[in-house]
C-alpha cells in the first residue's frame, strides 16, 4: 500500500541545505495568519520559491487538507490553469462542470495551502482563478510567487532583495548568508574555501561581485571545482561591470543575466549546446528524454553532460530527472534561436512525447500501470506543450492519451484539448477516428451522453471507411457504454459482441477488450443475471492476468463483488471488492476507492456488522470529500447503501451508529483503507 500521504500535500524534499532568509520566512508566515493571499515578488533567481516552500512546509500542521505546490513554469496556456491545479490536488475531471467550477467546488470547505509557483507569465489567468478561490474558499489560503504582484485587492506582498553580501574587514564575516551560501554549494567541489583568510577573503569579493543574488552565486559556486577561488574572483571582476561602493539594495536582473551569460562562456561545447537544446523542454524530463530529443552525433555523452550542468547549478535535480531554472531556460531558449535549431528541436521533442504517449497506451495493457501513470504525470507539463493544435502530430497525440484523459481521471483536461484539435483536424487524417471515439468516451464519463454518442458513431463511421477495426472495435465499445449509462440495458450485449468482433478482425491486442466485457457484465448485473456476470467476469480476469493488467481487472472485480453478493456468495463478494481496492488505490484511482468501500460497508451489513458497516460509511463520506467526487456509482445502486445504513442502525441504533460513523468520518484515508482491507 501506498505509505506516503499522497492526500495531504506535494511538497517536495528540500535536496540542499536553506540558506538564510530566515526573516523573510518569519514575516511570510505572519501574513500567511493575517490574509488570505501573499504574493512574494522579486527578478528571477533571487530565491522567492524557496522561501514560499519553506513556510508552506511550516504550515503543514495548520492546513489539515494539506500544503499544494503547483509549478507554472512550464505552462503556456492560461485557459489550463484549473486543470493544472485540479491535477496536483487529485481531484477527478468527471463532470459536466468547467475545471474552474470544478476545482472552487471543491475548494470551498476545504482548510488547505496552495502554493502557486511562477505566475508572471499567466498573470491574469492566475488573478481570476485565484479571486474565484478566494471568494469562495475562505479556509484556503495562498502564497503566489512572481516577478510581479497579481493585482487583487486581498493581496499582501513580501518583496524579497538578494542577501547582504559580505564587505571587507567586517567582522563575522563568514556568518553572512550571501558568502554561506557560496561555501555550502561549494563544499561538495572545493572543501575548505572557509579555512584560509585568503579564500575566505575571495569568496566574499565573488558574492560582492555577484550582488548577493543567490542564483548568480550557486552558479558561480558551481564552478569552483574548475578554477581556484582566487582565480574565480579575479574572473568576475574583470568580466563584470564595477558596482558602486554601497550596501544600497539595487535592481538586481542585470546581475543575474550576467552571471548566466558568464556561466555559459566557460561551459564547454557540449554543455552550452545541451543547454541550449533542453530549453525545448517546458517541465520534468529525464536523461532518456534528453537523449531522444536532444542527443546527436555533435553532442556527446548525454547523461554525462547532464550530470556537469546540475552540479554547476543550471539544472535542478527533481525526483526522477532535472527541471532547467527558469531564467536558464530563457537564455537557453535564446541561444537555440541564435543557432537556427528551434524549429528542428521543437519537430523532435512533439515526436517524443507522441511516442511516450503511444508506449504508455501499448504499456497499459500489462503489468506496468502504476509507472506508466507516474510517467505520465512526471511528463505532463510537456505534454500539454507538445499537444499544440497546429502540430501535425496533435491529432493522434490527443487520442492516444485516451488513457490519461479516461483511466486517470482528467476528462475535463482532455475535453479541452481535444477540442481544440477538432476544430482544426481535417478529415483526411487517419488518427482522426481515435481522437473521436476518445472525445466520446471522456464525454459520456462526464455524463454527455448525446455529445458521445454522436463522436462515437462519426468514429465509428470514419474508421470503417479507413479500414481502422481497432478504433471501430473502440468506437463501438463507447456506444456499449453510453447504453448502459443511458439505461438501455438490452443494447449493451449486441454492442460488446460487435466490439469483440472488430478487435478480432484487427487481431488488436487490447485493453477495450476486457474493459467491453465488464461494461457486458455490468448490464447483465443490473439485470440481475448474477450467474452470467460473473462467467463473464472470470474472463475479464483471464485476460488482464494473462498480461498483467490491473486496472481493468479491478473494474471487473468491483462489479464481481457485487454479483457474487447478489448470489449469497458473501466471502467471495468481500474478496473481490478487496482486490479492487488494493489495486485502485496504488492506481489512485479516487473514484474506484470509494466504490470498493462502499460496497465493503454493504457487505458488512449482510454480514451483520453494524459497527464495521458504520465505520466504512463514515469513511467513504469522508473518502468522497477529501477526493471531491460527486457521487457514487449510477442513480440505481443508491439503494444497497441505503439498505445497508438502516440495517446497521437497527443493529446499533440511531445514536452509536452515529457516532461510529463520525469515527470513521475522522480516519484519514490511509488509515480508512487499511482498514476497509483488513
Known amino acids: 500500500m501506498e505509505q506516503a500521504q499522497w492526500w495531504r500535500g506535494n511538497l517536495p524534499a528540500e535536496t540542499d541545505g536553506f540558506i538564510g532568509r530566515e526573516g523573510e520566512v518569519r514575516r511570510l508566515l505572519k501574513l500567511l495568519a493575517d490574509t488570505p493571499l501573499t504574493t512574494v515578488t522579486g527578478v528571477g533567481g533571487i530565491g522567492k520559491s524557496r522561501i514560499a516552500i519553506r513556510a508552506a512546509r511550516r504550515r503543514h500542521e495548520h492546513h489539515p487538507d494539506g500544503t499544494w505546490l503547483v509549478e507554472l513554469s512550464g505552462e503556456r496556456d492560461g485557459d489550463l490553469l484549473a486543470h493544472t491545479v485540479a491535477a496536483v490536488l487529485g481531484i477527478p475531471e468527471r463532470s459536466a462542470r468547467t475545471a474552474d467550477e470544478t476545482l472552487v467546488e471543491f475548494l470551498a470547505g476545504r482548510r488547505l495551502l496552495l502554493l502557486l509557483d511562477n505566475c508572471e507569465h499567466l498573470l491574469p489567468a492566475c488573478r481570476d482563478l485565484v479571486a474565484q478561490i478566494l471568494a469562495a474558499a475562505p479556509g484556503v489560503r495562498i502564497i503566489a510567487t512572481s516577478r510581479r504582484p497579481l493585482g487583487l485587492p486581498q493581496e499582501a506582498l513580501l518583496p524579497v532583495g538578494p542577501f ?124 532518456a528524454d534528453a537523449e531522444r530529443v536532444c542527443g546527436d552525433e555533435h553532442l556527446g555523452d548525454v547523461p554525462d553532460l547532464l550530470e556537469s550542468l546540475a552540479r554547476r547549478f543550471l539544472l535542478v535535480r527533481v525526483p526522477g530527472g532535472y527541471r532547467q531554472p527558469v531564467t536558464v531556460r530563457e537564455y537557453g531558449r535564446e541561444r537555440l534561436a541564435l543557432l537556427g535549431d528551434e524549429a528542428r528541436l521543437v519537430r523532435r521533442h512533439r515526436h517524443h512525447y507522441l511516442d511516450l504517449a503511444r508506449r504508455a497506451e501499448t504499456g497499459w495493457y500489462g503489468p506496468g500501470q502504476e509507472e506508466w501513470a507516474a510517467r505520465l504525470a512526471f511528463a505532463m507539463t510537456d505534454l500539454r506543450l507538445a499537444l499544440d493544435p497546429a502540430s501535425p502530430v496533435s491529432v493522434e497525440l490527443a487520442g492516444t492519451l485516451w488513457i490519461l484523459w479516461f483511466c486517470l481521471g482528467r476528462s475535463n483536461e482532455g475535453r479541452h484539448h481535444m477540442a481544440r484539435v477538432l476544430e482544426s483536424a481535417s478529415v483526411t487524417d487517419p488518427h482522426l477516428p481515435r481522437l473521436l471515439w476518445a472525445d466520446g468516451c471522456v464525454a459520456i464519463a462526464r455524463g454527455e451522453l448525446e455529445r458521445g454518442r454522436r463522436r462515437a458513431e ?221
Open 164 to 287: 547582504d553580501a559580505p564587505w571587507p574587514q567586517e567582522e563575522g564575516m563568514a556568518g553572512d548568508d550571501a558568502l554561506r551560501l557560496l561555501l555550502d554549494r561549494a563544499a561538495a567541489v572545493a572543501p575548505g574555501l572557509e579555512a584560509t583568510e585568503t579564500g575566505l577573503a575571495a569568496a566574499a569579493r565573488i558574492c560582492r561581485r555577484l550582488d548577493g543574488v543567490p542564483l548568480a552565486v550557486e552558479l558561480a559556486a558551481g564552478w569552483l571545482g574548475d578554477m581556484p577561488v582566487e582565480r574565480l574572483a579575479d574572473h568576475l571582476e574583470s568580466r563584470f561591470e564595477s558596482q558602486p561602493d554601497s550596501r544600497a539594495p539595487v535592481p538586481r536582473h542585470r546581475t543575474v543575466r550576467a552571471a548566466i551569460r558568464w556561466s555559459h562562456e566557460l561551459c564547454g561545447p557540449g554543455e552550452r549546446l545541451l543547454w541550449a537544446r533542453l530549453s525545448v523542454f517546458a517541465g520534468n524530463f529525464d536523461a
Open 458 to 678: 462519426a468514429a465509428l463511421s470514419a474508421a470503417l471507411d479507413w479500414g481502422d477495426y481497432a478504433a471501430a472495435g473502440h468506437a463501438q465499445l463507447r456506444l456499449a457504454g453510453r447504453a448502459l449509462c443511458a439505461g438501455a440495458l438490452d443494447e449493451v450485449e449486441p454492442c460488446v459482441e460487435r466490439v469483440r468482433e472488430y478487435f478480432r478482425r484487427a487481431e488488436a491486442d487490447t485493453v477495450g477488450e476486457p474493459l467491453a466485457l465488464v461494461t457486458m457484465a455490468m448490464a447483465v448485473t443490473w439485470r440481475g443475471e448474477f450467474d452470467r456476470a460473473v462467467s463473464v467476469l472470470k474472463e475479464v480476469q483471464r485476460l488482464c492476468d494473462a498480461h498483467g493488467e490491473r486496472w481493468a481487472r479491478a473494474c471487473g472485480d468491483y462489479v464481481l463483488s457485487i454479483a457474487q453478493l447478489g448470489l449469497g456468495r458473501v466471502s467471495e463478494a468481500a474478496e473481490a471488492a478487496r482486490q479492487s481496492l488494493d489495486v485502485k488505490w496504488r492506481l489512485r484511482d479516487a473514484t474506484g476507492v470509494a466504490l470498493a468501500v462502499d460496497q465493503l460497508a454493504v457487505i458488512a451489513a449482510v454480514e451483520g456488522d453494524g459497527r464495521r458497516t458504520a465505520r466504512l460509511q463514515g469513511a467513504v463520506v469522508r473518502l468522497w470529500a477529501t477526493f471531491g467526487l460527486r457521487g457514487l456509482g449510477q442513480a440505481g445502486m443508491s439503494e444497497p447503501r441505503t439498505v445497508a445504513e438502516r440495517t446497521a442502525r437497527q443493529l446499533l441504533g440511531d445514536e452509536t451508529y452515529d457516532a461510529i460513523f463520525a469515527e470513521g468520518y475522522e480516519t484519514d484515508p490511509d488509515a480508512a483503507v487499511a482498514y476497509a482491507l483488513h
